[in-house]
Nanobody
Framework: QVQFVESGGGLVQPGGSLRLSCEAS????????MAWYRQAPGNQREFVAR??????HYADFVKDRFTISRDNDKNMVFLEMTRLEPEDTAVYYC????????WGQGTQVTVSS
């Protein structure tokens, strides 16, 4: 049973930073490209960032602000978010990039004064 547990979200002021964590179980993530997604109210889930063995790719709207990383030994994926904007407010999820597994609960990120 593959499970992802996201954490690290919260309320932050515009321009602030957060570090999201994703703990995977039932899967050894070293063999998979991993990705972060987000979903704001009324919107579809959208791609945020992915990391393969080494290469990284970001959606244009977060490039140069967010950094994705992975720790295969800990079986975890991270998303360091800086210069957060109100438009970044969403529930953030992690999953395998290809053949996504079941979605976790996500972690809420709220950017507001």
């Amino acid at each position: 049973q593959v499970q992802f547990v996201e954490s690290g979200g919260g309320l932050v002021q515009p321009g602030g930073s957060l570090r999201l964590s994703c703990e995977a179980s039932g899967i050894s993530i070293y063999a998979f490209a991993m990705a972060w997604y987000r979903q704001a109210p009324g919107n579809q889930r959208e791609f945020v960032a992915r990391v393969g063995a080494v290469a990284k790719h970001y959606a244009d709207f977060v490039k140069d602000r967010f950094t994705i990383s992975r720790d295969n030994d800990k079986n975890m994926v991270f998303l360091e978010m800086t210069r957060l904007e109100p438009e970044d407010t969403a529930v953030y999820y992690c999953n395998t990039e290809a053949n996504p597994q079941s979605w976790g609960q996500g972690t809420q990120v709220t950017v507001s004064s």
